[in-house]
């Protein structure tokens, strides 16, 4: 069971995500940097162990991929 912090962690960063890809497809001045901005983001809140998954595979993908 995760909790509510967690939950709430996960939500902000999907629209974090969703706010980055949309100003991206804009092609806005500033979209760069907060792409850059969520990917460390993930980053720092995958290492502290809130992004972990029941699935050891798919963490191997996010730590090949990122």
Partial sequence: MLS?????????????????????????????VLELIRCFIFIGVYKTGHLRSQFSSLGYVYEVRY
């Avoid at 960063?13 to 991206?24: C, D, K």
């Fill in 4 to 32: 509510q912090g967690t939950i709430l962690l996960r939500i902000g960063f999907i629209i974090l995500s969703l706010t980055s890809f949309g100003l991206l497809m804009e092609n806005r001045p500033k979209a760069g």
